[in-house]
C-alpha cells in the first residue's frame, strides 16, 4: 500500500513537472492582418535559431514586416512540392542587421503547424522565416527539397492559429509565389521572458 502512495505520489510529481516545464516554453503572438497566430518555441532544441528570432522580436524588427510568399503543394512545380508561408521584417528577406547564423539540426520534424527559419545556402538564416501548413517531411534533414540534403532549422510550433496561417496560404499570389498583396505583421511579442541562454 505504502509503495502504491509512493508510486503515485511520484507520478504526480513527475505530471507536475512537465507541466512545468510546458508552461515554461517561451512563446511569441505574432498579430497579422489576417488574424492571430501564438508559436511555442523550443530552445532546449534549438538554441541558437530561437535566440537569433527572439533578437528580432525583442528590437520590434517584425512589426511592420509581412507574411509575403506562399508555397501550395498542389501548384508547386518543384520535385519536392511544399506547403508553407513566408516571413520577413520591412527589410526583406535578405535582411542583413544581423549576421547570418549557423544551421542547427535541431530533430524537429516539419510537421502541420511547425516554424522554422528560410535559408539558401547552408549558414546562411537570418531573420526570414517560414510556417508549415501540412505535413512537409522534404524540409527536414535529409530530405530533398534543399540540395544540399541539410533541411532547414525548425524551432517551435503554433499552438494557436493554424487556421489563421492556412488563410494566408490560400490568399491570392502570382505566378512567382508572392502574396499579393502581402499579410502585414502588426506586432510580434514575446509572452514573458526569453530563455536565460539568450542572455536575458
Given amino acids: 500500500m505504502r509503495a502504491m502512495m509512493v508510486l503515485a505520489t511520484f507520478v504526480a510529481f513527475s505530471a507536475s513537472a512537465a507541466s512545468a516545464q510546458e508552461a515554461e516554453k517561451p512563446r511569441v503572438v505574432l498579430q497579422t492582418d489576417a488574424g492571430r497566430m501564438v508559436v511555442e518555441l523550443a530552445p532546449e532544441r534549438a538554441p541558437l535559431t530561437v535566440c537569433n528570432f527572439l533578437s528580432y522580436v525583442a528590437d520590434g524588427d517584425y512589426d511592420g ?5 506562399t508555397v501550395v503543394s498542389a501548384t508547386n512545380q518543384n520535385p519536392n512540392p511544399i506547403d508553407v508561408i513566408q516571413a520577413a521584417t520591412p527589410r526583406g528577406s ?7 547564423i549557423k544551421l542547427e539540426r535541431t530533430g524537429m520534424s516539419h510537421v502541420s503547424g ?8 547552408p549558414d546562411t538564416a537570418t531573420s526570414s522565416f517560414f510556417i508549415v501548413t501540412q505535413d512537409t517531411p522534404s524540409l527536414d534533414y535529409g530530405g530533398g527539397r534543399n540540395p544540399d540534403g541539410q533541411g532547414f532549422a525548425a524551432f517551435g510550433r503554433l499552438v494557436e492559429g493554424l487556421d489563421v496561417a492556412r488563410l494566408i496560404q490560400m490568399s491570392p499570389a502570382d505566378d512567382q509565389e508572392q ?9 510580434a511579442r514575446l509572452l ?9
Fill in 179 to 187: 502574396l499579393t498583396p502581402p499579410v502585414m505583421i502588426q506586432s
Fill in 65 to 69: 514586416g509581412s507574411f509575403f510568399r
Fill in 94 to 100: 535578405d535582411d542583413r542587421s544581423r549576421s547570418p
Fill in 192 to 200: 514573458g521572458a526569453a530563455p536565460e541562454s539568450c542572455g536575458s
Fill in 114 to 121: 511547425t516554424i522554422s527559419m528560410a535559408r539558401d545556402g
